[in-house]
């Protein structure tokens, strides 16, 4: 009866031994299974256009429904880990998401040891070209990123015992410019878009930097009225980027070109304008409204319904 306690009190003792161990270390590697891995739940923030409501309303786009596949907003990933030191512990390459999930997970190896780390995650690359040296930043004017709707997500996790899960949602990068032409000529099949003085750099904190310029052609299809979209980097102040457009008969080279328009760029946001011609085929007189809290106004200040 007695060796029955003293093998009782032992038993007692060792579990407590070993609890009181775990609280203080958490896993130990060399005697315990592995510690569950870090792990990081991807998730889209930014599914549609903070003021997508109204251009909802014009019929101008549609709006994305918030239950769709992860892959029907952001079709490719790219991430890359730092730890407190700034070393890269691991790094995935451009990869295309194959599967219909809601959310995308990112599991660390189970042999990385506890500490703090930082996710750099981009979305929707054609290729890695766009990324820096370290790929905490992108241009995202870049062959690869270019005419893309570029996501970017980055956030700092300590994983230690009890700490292993963490969500990290993505965001849009860009905005997104809406151009409504009416009433155009009928011998009008071409245009072009040079928008001046947008921001193409990101870091993944977004800070933008370094202004560039866009051009973009194209040949229309439908003639009289057209909607086009064009994907763009922030503008660095108010009404600090600048938009020409050109009205082109491609037959006869004549030109129909509007004043140039002053914009004002955000990520996330729409930027909506309408063009509308009042001249007589050749003079260059047009009518441009940019939509303002749900209303249309006359680029020089003019409000109408």
Same mark, same amino acid.
């Given at each position: 009866?007695?060796?029955? /306690?003293?093998?009782?009190?032992? &038993? ?16 130990? $590697? /060399?005697?315990? !299974?592995?510690?569950?891995? @870090?792990?990081? /739940? ?15 309303? @014009?019929?101008?786009?549609? $709006? &994305?429904?918030?239950? @769709?596949?992860? &892959? ?21 390459? %451009? ?28 979305? %929707? ?5 766009? +990324? ?8 995202? *004017? ?18 230690? #015992?009890?700490? *292993? ?6 965001? &849009?990068?860009?905005? %997104? ?18 928008? @001046? ?10 800070? #933008?930097?370094?202004?560039? !310029? +866009? ?28 938009? !020409? ?10 030109? +129909?070109?509007?004043? $140039?328009? #002053? ?5 996330? *946001?729409?930027?909506?304008?309408? #063009? ?30």
């Amino acid at each position: 009866m007695k060796q029955l /306690t003293t093998n009782l009190i032992y &038993r007692i003792t060792s579990c407590l031994i070993t609890v009181i161990a775990m609280g203080l270390t958490g896993c130990i $590697r /060399t005697t315990l !299974d592995e510690c569950p891995p @870090l792990q990081v /739940t991807l998730t889209v923030k930014d599914k549609n256009y903070f003021n997508i409501d109204d251009a909802v309303k @014009l019929g101008f786009i549609e $709006r &994305r429904a918030e239950n @769709l596949p992860f &892959r029907s907003y952001v079709s490719t990933i790219y991430y890359i880990v730092h730890d407190a030191d700034g070393n890269v512990v691991f790094e995935q390459k %451009n990869t295309v998401i194959d599967n219909d999930d809601l959310v995308q997970q990112i599991v660390m190896p189970a042999s990385l040891p506890y500490g703090t780390y930082s996710f750099t995650v981009w979305g %929707n690359m054609k290729s890695d070209a766009p +990324l820096g040296d370290d790929a905490t930043n992108a241009d995202i *004017e870049e062959v690869g990123a270019a005419f893309n709707d570029i996501y970017l997500a980055n956030g700092t996790f300590e994983y230690k #015992y009890g700490k *292993e899960k963490h969500v990290l949602g993505l965001e &849009r990068t860009k905005g %997104n410019l809406l151009i409504k032409a009416e009433n155009i000529p009928d011998n009008i099949d071409f245009s072009t878009k040079d928008i @001046l003085d947008v921001f193409s750099l990101v870091d993944n904190s977004f800070n #933008y930097s370094n202004l560039t !310029d +866009l051009h973009t052609n194209l040949d229309w299809e439908v003639h009289n009225e057209i909607l086009t979209q064009t994907l763009v980097g922030p503008s660095p102040d108010f009404e600090g980027s600048a938009l !020409d457009v050109d009205f082109i008969d491609k037959g006869t080279s004549s030109h +129909l070109i509007p004043e $140039r328009v #002053y914009c004002t760029f955000g990520r996330n *946001e729409l930027t909506i304008l309408k #063009y509308v011609y009042v001249g007589d085929g050749s003079s260059n007189e047009f009518n441009i409204y940019v939509r303002v809290n749900d209303n249309w106004e006359l680029t020089h200040g003019m409000d109408i319904e």
